[in-house]
């Protein structure tokens, strides 16, 4: 689980602003229907489907189209990082060992 601070609150009608997503570790069931080789190039369109299958609170659709770059970008980072071996994140920042 990765969470994020967005910079960008989600207004959603009726309720609190979603000011902080918790990004679950995707399995092979919330993958299904999707083309990895989309999910790990953070394609647009893919992400839509994917991250309210895993953001807690969950995202819509419609909250993800509307999101600010900047916090979509965190959001498809926290999910391609999940992709990574230990031993690949380590040699992206060594400081992680």
């Known amino acids: 689980m990765t969470k994020i601070t967005l910079q960008t609150p989600v207004a959603r009608k009726g309720s609190d602003p979603v000011a902080e997503v918790t990004v679950v570790k995707p399995t092979v069931g919330t993958l299904r229907g999707l083309k990895l080789t989309d999910v790990l190039q953070m394609d647009v369109e893919t ?8 953001t807690r609170p969950a995202l819509l659709a419609e909250d993800v189209a ?11 980072g926290a999910v391609v990082g999940f992709f990574a071996t230990p031993d690949q994140m380590a040699a992206l920042d060594p400081d992680r060992s």
């Open 66 to 76: 509307g999101l600010d770059p900047a916090d979509f970008l965190a959001l498809t």
């Open 47 to 54: 992400m839509e489907r994917l991250l309210p299958r895993i």
